[in-house]
């Protein structure tokens, strides 16, 4: 099959929709798909990366595009632009086109076109972060943010025309059954939906990667996400400079630095400038395998995030018995042994237990790995039921 992908972020990106879109991808290329992937440079496109790659087996285009959704999408050059998307996929020819994500240009440029597209259509859900049920202006009024009404009231309109183009997609594919994508499916009665739940490395389930929750001189904690207002790392930094504990880092692994990032830098400046003990590392254009080290040699894994899915960087650092702290997001909350905090003074305490309580770590840590060892993460498995429900829809569709 000759199967495109277009996906907001790929490789060398080390979030979670770069992750599973990569394994899913290479998988497919491995079994001797041809795959292609039309991607866009990160940093709002000012990202130094090649125009054209190659990356296990996969063939790969990077567009230059700036993202403020809902309030606009725009290409920074020529050859980024939403026709320049059109006719990529007019001239692959795709005999399946994968569009992952929403509220961003690989959806949205894409939708007026979708009835005229005659070749396999699925669109790979990673959750709705801006749908909400019931939007309130109130607040945007008080504090005279015309711009966040403005933009509340567009995705309002989005998310109540949204189901129109979902229905023309062969196949959605939701993280799990109760993420809000799904939910959304079932409000407005759309039955082509399936559930692909995220898979992991085979390495983080080996035995070198296991924790030993020793006692140490040194403890560090973990969060591998993108730095974003939503990932909300400066309530790390907060708590991390609050807590009651000797020598730690605090270890926030990112794709790239971006004006987050030079925020989140001047909160360090402000709230540890008198604590020698404590360090925050950003780590930075970290390849995979540097990163997956990183789960190993950390003691625990946190999470601050405002709103999540069910993100792949839960059941990594589950598979290494990695102790998890977490705001109540996602999945996190029915994952065994998770400390779950409310605020930042909740995930200070929480630092502040693991950090002294080695037994605690083991606790907590080893009911996590119990509880993904459960769940069925392996990749082979999910690659080959993408497989398997492309060549079906394929079929069904040369009917």
Known sequence: MRIMFAVPCYWPSQDGVTIITSYLAGGLAAKGHDVFVLTSAGNGGLQELPEEDVHEGVTITRMRIHTRWPLYI????????????????KDFAPDVLVVV??????LDWIMPCLKKLDCVKIFYSHGYSAWKTDVSYGGFLKKLDAVGAWAAYKADRYYKKLHHYIRLFDRTIYLSEDSNA??????FGLTNGKVLKNAIDDRFFSEEMRHSYEKKECVSYLFVA??????????????????????????????EENAYYEHLRDVIRETLHRQPDKEVQFCIHYDRDKVIDLYRTSDVFTCSSLSENYPIVAHEAAATGMPIISTNVGIYDRIDGVYIVENTEQMSRAMEELYHDAG????????AYEWVCRQGCRIQDKVEWMEQDMEMQL????K
Do not use: H, P
Request: a positive charge.
């Open 74 to 89: 725009k290409g920074r050059d020529k050859k980024s632009t939403k026709t320049v998307y059109r006719n990529a996929v």
């Open 226 to 255: 993108n730095y974003n207002e939503n990932k909300n790392q400066e309530m790390l930094i907060r708590a991390f400079a609050a807590a009651d504990i000797g020598k730690s880092r605090l270890l926030l692994v990112g794709f």
């Open 101 to 106: 994500c929403s509220q961003t240009w690989t």
């Open 395 to 398: 079929k069904r569709r040369r």
């Open 360 to 367: 605690e770590r083991a606790r907590r840590g080893q009911a």
């Open 182 to 187: 799904a939910v959304y499916a079932e409000q």
